[in-house]
Nanobody
Framework: QVQLVESGGGLVQAGGSLRLSCAAS????????MGWYRQAPGEQRELVAV???????NYADSAKGRFTISRDGAKNTVYLQMDSLKPEDTAVYYC????????????????WGQGTLVTVSS
């Protein structure tokens, strides 16, 4: 089992920045890829960005150029730096981990955090 604890969400004005963190604990030796997903009200959960143990990344088009995913192996923590935030970025952001390599399909992520709310005001 893997436990994930997210932090860093909140209310920010459009154009502002936030940094999300997700700390993993438990059976973390099997983790290959850590990712961030988000879900807006009435919408499906969607990919934001993923990163592998080796640092390989994959971003959604909506995140490219504005968001940066990074990982601290020593702390078993993944971060999502979000800059130039827009109202349409408003959502609950979830951290997830998988043994699969660079997976983007949320169905292959067995472990999820509780989510952290990001609200971007216009």
């Amino acid at each position: 089992q893997v436990q994930l604890v997210e932090s860093g969400g909140g209310l920010v004005q459009a154009g502002g920045s936030l940094r999300l963190s997700c700390a993993a604990s438990g059976s973390i030796f099997s983790i290959n890829t850590m990712g961030w997903y988000r879900q807006a009200p009435g919408e499906q959960r969607e990919l934001v960005a993923v990163i592998t143990n080796g640092g390989s990344t994959n971003y959604a088009d909506s995140a490219k150029g504005r968001f940066t995913i990074s990982r601290d192996g020593a702390k078993n923590t993944v971060y999502l730096q979000m800059d130039s935030l827009k109202p349409e970025d408003t959502a609950v952001y979830y951290c997830a981990v998988t043994t699969s390599f660079r997976a983007v399909n949320p169905s292959v992520y067995p472990y999820w955090g509780q989510g952290t709310l990001v609200t971007v005001s216009s």
